[in-house]
């Protein structure tokens, strides 16, 4: 499957929170949907790659945790896309369930 997702990736655990980077090519987006030219370069996509990073990490964590795109070429032009993935609920989720 990581053939789909060509590129460089670096994941850094800091205390509870993993930061993830992907480099797909200098301004590249990585997703294969944009990438491959079935979908137009739009930042709802982003939505799709937070889920993918959720999905693998939970599996290997063993229980839910939230992804936070924070930058990324269709954003915001960054050269690379990163995200953080929370490995403990943070304050925004726990504001939110009280709402």
């Known amino acids: 499957m990581w053939d789909r997702f060509p590129g460089v990736r670096k994941f850094e ?4 929170i993993i ?3 992907f480099f ?8 294969p949907m944009i990438r491959d030219g079935y979908q137009e370069p739009k930042p709802a996509w ?9 999905t693998m990490i939970e599996a290997v964590v063993g229980h839910p945790v939230e992804v936070e795109l ?3 070429c269709i954003r915001n032009g960054s ?3 990163k995200r953080k993935a929370y490995l403990k609920p943070s304050t925004r ?5 009280r709402k």
């Open 70 to 72: 924070t930058s990324s």
């Open 24 to 31: 797909g090519g200098e301004g590249t987006c990585g997703c």
């Open 93 to 97: 989720s726990a504001k939110a369930k």
């Open 46 to 54: 982003c939505r799709c790659g937070d889920y993918w990073y959720k």
């Open 19 to 21: 930061d993830i980077e």
């Open 13 to 16: 655990r800091k205390g509870d």
């Open 79 to 81: 050269p690379t896309c």
